[in-house]
């Protein structure tokens, strides 16, 4: 059965305010030892693991050359390993080094406490609805980012 067009408009202003109040529901700048954007390609890329930092970039669906300056200040910053591709020794492979792994556990559980705090007022049966609802969106739409990821490749 097919979405009606109004329902799928309503699914992508709810889909987009979700995002943004979850981002500042769970974001406490002033807490994070680094921006949410460098949190989130440190995330990103402790989800792909070593990797090209092309391929990072084809995964975010942004171009290598935006990608290079957030790498560079994660490297300096020691959250990620940088180091020759033995492949290609003119690429680089990327990974998220020790000292980054224990940066994003302490900003999760941060933020899980958060959400916990935040969601204080439902039961475990919304909880499961949620990440049910959730996960299949998340499923659904994945392929989509991948189409897309190899379209701008």
Same mark, same amino acid.
């Given at each position: &059965? +097919? ?13 987009? &305010? ?12 002033? #807490? ?18 070593? =990797?090209?930092?092309? #391929?990072?970039?084809?995964? &975010? =669906? ?19 390993? @940088?180091?020759? $591709? ?11 080094? $020790? ?10 559980? @941060?933020?899980? +406490? ?8 439902? $039961? #475990?049966?919304? &909880? ?20 897309? +990821? @190899? @379209?701008? +490749?």
């Amino acid at each position: &059965m +097919a979405v009606p067009s109004d329902t799928a408009s309503a699914l992508v202003d709810v889909i987009f &305010m979700l995002g943004r109040t979850v981002r500042t529901a769970l974001s406490q700048i002033d #807490e994070e030892a680094l921006p949410a954007a460098l949190v989130g390609v440190l995330f990103l890329l402790w989800r792909a693991g070593e =990797c090209r930092q092309n #391929e990072l970039a084809s995964e &975010m =669906c942004v171009s290598q050359s935006a990608l290079s300056r957030q790498i560079g200040e994660l490297v300096e910053r020691g959250y990620i390993d @940088r180091h020759p $591709d033995p492949d290609d020794k003119r690429a680089h492979r990327v990974r998220v080094s $020790d000292t980054g792994v224990e940066l994003l556990r302490g900003v999760r559980d @941060r933020r899980a +406490a958060r959400l916990k705090d935040a969601l204080a007022g439902w $039961d #475990e049966a919304e &909880m499961d609805d949620a990440l049910r609802v959730l996960g299949r969106l998340n499923d659904t739409l994945a392929p989509v980012l991948t189409d897309n +990821a @190899r @379209r701008t +490749a």
